[in-house]
């Protein structure tokens, strides 16, 4: 059975040019707020992130995925994070579809400017290895006062967490 290739529709593009551009939004947060990596979470809360396996987990899943950590960033919550936001960028630049679906594909590619998607990150994970300790301080400060927040990737939101998580 032969699908025809026919154009998306008007809603078809508009729910998907919203998911797209919500992607796209939730790839930036490395480079519009870093301080969300730095932020200060109570002992008992970064007791809790650094259990032994689920330590190992993470590191087991940096090493095959590749990916790095800045050095700048020492808490298990913000390693934990950083990690998190690349294996959600890289899943959203390899998302295929299927071949009877390329013309989500195209729509998709046209949006999406990878590359200098790419090139804005690496510059932001550069800047956040390379920062000195003021700087270091300057992002914490930002979030001194506010509760412990996780990114809830579907909404793009932040969620604040009781002190005690």
């Known amino acids: 059975m032969n699908i025809?290739?026919?154009?998306?529709?008007?809603?078809?593009?508009?729910?998907?040019?919203?998911?797209?551009?919500?992607q796209i939004?939730?790839?930036?947060?490395?480079?519009?707020?870093?301080?969300?990596?730095?932020?200060?979470?109570?002992?008992?809360?970064?007791?809790?992130w650094d259990k032994r396996d689920y330590s190992y987990l993470w590191e087991r899943v940096a090493k095959l995925e590749h990916i790095s950590v800045p050095k700048s960033i020492k808490t298990f919550f913000g390693k934990v994070e950083?990690?998190?936001?690349?294996?959600?960028?890289?899943?959203?630049c390899t998302i295929k579809f299927d071949p009877s679906e390329q013309r989500y594909q195209d729509f998709k590619d046209h949006l999406v400017k990878y590359k200098a998607l790419h090139k804005e990150r690496k510059k932001a994970f550069k800047k956040l290895n390379s920062?000195?300790?003021?700087?270091?301080?300057?992002?914490?400060?930002?979030?001194?006062n506010i509760p412990l927040q996780l990114i809830d990737f579907p909404t793009g939101k932040l969620i604040s967490l009781p002190a005690d998580y």
């Open 131 to 144: 920062l000195s300790p003021k700087e270091v301080e300057a992002l914490k400060t930002k979030t001194a």
């Open 25 to 48: 939004e939730m790839s930036r947060r490395v480079i519009k707020s870093p301080e969300y990596f730095y932020q200060h979470t109570t002992p008992e809360q970064e007791e809790r």
């Open 82 to 92: 950083f990690i998190r936001d690349e294996m959600h960028f890289k899943e959203f």
């Open 4 to 22: 025809e290739a026919r154009p998306l529709g008007i809603k078809e593009r508009r729910s998907e040019g919203k998911w797209i551009l919500h």
